[in-house]
């Protein structure tokens, strides 16, 4: 039998059989690069997965393409041969990230993606399937109109590119977003259609920020005010408020706006313009980036894929034979302030939950350490309730002064503070001298209660040659809170935490030494000259998920 040239199956003796730092349940390709998440979507009982691939290298390339995973729950994933590859004039140097429309009524789905011309130039293109009749959706035809869109007047010619999810309002017409830059200037372009196939640009930008540089991978989509339920992206009325989220290159992180859309006029109007300070706000506040968001109608969910990028080095993913990983789908929803946006991983990752270890009334004084013993801590999903003392108590603190970063680095971790450092040591080694700090600490300011939450990672590898950068943030919490509740997935290289039920997200890749596989602990502890209690701690050991070929990837 042989094996198409671009056959997945065909790279995999790249890549070294021994693999501390590849995940058992975090999707990633069989080898080589993977970057941006393109096209979520749900069709026909399949979930399908596009993302962006380097099929030559570890690296990002100059030939990129789409892969293409299909799978019946979002964790156990079956990988298709590609996509879209370039092949065409107006594709000839890549294809860059877009998003999929399922189109109502004959219900067929339609991708628009970035290509990177023969003049270097980034158009967008638009791709069909090429049989409908197929669950998997294997192969693609590119529409002979292409470029649909080019770069329009204000606009440079290598800074546009991926087009969001369209959504069609009532008088008819379909309208999709676009990053942009002018110089400093980063832009999010509208564009509208009758057809899906003829496109015209408006004059005025979606939105623009000054001094940001190029907007990537802009995702809009509404989000119900009374409800946890998602709804489909062409929803525009009285029940939802909207979201733009932005990625913008220059820091590498996604911030989101909420927001006023007056459908009609093309005008999104946020609640709050972007600062650049610590007071935006953002999905994930560690490693997250070109986010993409779906609605999944048979579950009325919006889920939420990003790209975690690697801290090691560039020699590290070539020695490895991979690089990139996507967190697990999350769930999104606006939280009942309708200030900001909650996330949990979707139920279905529950699936993989095997060995229990629970702990119960715990306490925890000032300089404990309690291990979590019992399951696979490096494959791990533990969620604690931890139970907190008199909030009048806590030291004050002046916001005005303080760098959440600075809070979060290992000084402040090991400081003993009044409520706090609390929490977790993930990807420990037996006496901790590597460890990964998920923690909270509470402060007083002059006229509210704020929890301060940090992933440390300065202390994650004895390796050198890493970026263990920390990640933290700040945020309000009820005077009257007695409770606090953190969760970490735990796998390998990755930790997603969710802070006070998914109100706060910080994604950390760490690269241990010690703490590998049967190796790896588990702690929770205290540092706060107060105790905490442990109210309630459940752990569990996490199955493999399952990562198949598509038996079409074989030819006769």
């Known amino acids: 039998m042989e094996i198409n040239s671009h056959n997945l199956n065909s790279t995999m003796n790249k890549v070294p059989q021994k693999q501390p730092y590849r995940t058992w349940y975090h999707f990633q390709p069989p080898t080589y690069w993977m970057n941006d998440p393109n096209a979520p979507m749900y069709y026909k009982g399949v979930y399908h997965f596009f993302y962006q691939h380097n099929p030559h290298a570890a690296t990002f390339g100059e030939k990129m393409v789409w892969a293409h995973s299909v799978s019946y729950d979002l964790i156990n994933w079956i990988h298709l041969n590609h996509a879209i590859e370039p092949s065409e004039p107006f594709d000839l140097n890549s294809c860059w990230s877009g998003s999929a429309t399922i189109i109502p009524g004959n219900e067929h789905p339609v991708i628009l993606y970035t ?168 999905f994930d506040y560690g490693k997250f980036y070109a986010s993409k968001s779906f609605f999944d109608h048979a579950k009325s969910r919006r889920i939420l894929w990003a790209w975690v990028d690697e801290c090691d080095t560039r020699d590290d993913g070539i020695e490895k034979g991979w690089a990139g990983l996507q967190c697990i789908p999350r769930e999104v929803w606006l939280d009942e302030s309708g200030n900001r946006l909650m996330q949990w991983p979707i139920e279905e990752v529950e699936k993989l939950r095997d060995k229990q270890i629970s702990i119960k009334g715990e306490k925890l004084v000032a300089g404990s350490i309690l291990e979590v013993s019992g399951i696979t801590a490096s494959q791990a999903d533990v969620e604690v309730l931890f139970e907190l003392p008199e909030l009048e108590n806590a030291e004050f603190l002046d916001e005005n002064e303080v760098d959440p970063h600075l809070l979060c680095s290992e000084e402040y971790v090991s400081r003993s503070g009044i409520i706090g450092p609390f929490g977790l040591f993930a990807l420990a080694s037996e006496d901790q001298t590597e460890h990964t700090a998920i923690f909270f600490r509470i402060y007083k300011t002059s006229n509210r209660y704020v929890c301060f939450m940090c992933s440390d990672q300065s202390r994650s590898s004895l390796r050198e040659n890493l970026d263990k950068s920390s990640y933290g943030t700040i945020f309000d919490i009820d005077p009257n809170q007695k409770t606090i509740s953190l969760r970490s997935l735990i796998d390998r290289s990755i930790v997603e935490s969710f802070g006070e039920k998914g109100r706060i997200c910080i994604t950390s890749r760490v690269y241990p030494s010690l703490a590998i596989d049967k190796d790896a602990h588990l702690f929770a502890f205290n540092n706060g000259r107060q105790s905490v209690v442990i109210s309630e701690l459940n752990a569990w050991s996490m199955k493999h998920a399952e990562f198949d070929q598509d038996e079409s990837i074989y030819q006769p």
């Open 115 to 282: 290509g990177i011309d023969d003049k270097k130039h980034q158009v967008q293109n638009m791709a069909m399937p090429k049989n409908l009749s197929d669950p998997f959706l294997r192969e693609w035809v590119k529409h002979p109109q292409n470029p649909v869109m080019t770069p329009p007047i204000g606009v440079e010619v290598d800074s546009f590119r991926d087009p969001s999810t369209a959504w069609q309002e009532k008088d008819g017409k379909w309208r999709v977003v676009i990053g942009a830059q002018n110089g400093d200037e980063g832009k999010v372009v509208l564009y509208q259609s009758e057809d899906f196939a003829n496109w015209t640009v408006e004059l005025n930008p979606f939105f623009a920020s000054d001094n940001t540089g190029v907007c990537e991978c802009p995702d809009f989509f509404p989000v119900s005010i009374n409800s946890t339920n998602g709804v489909d992206t062409s929803v525009q009325d009285q029940s939802v408020r909207h979201v733009l989220k932005i990625s913008y290159y220059r820091r590498n992180q996604d911030y989101y706006f909420l927001g006023k859309y007056a459908n009609g006029d093309g005008n999104f109007i946020p609640d709050v313009k972007f600062t650049g300070t610590s007071l935006d706000l953002r």
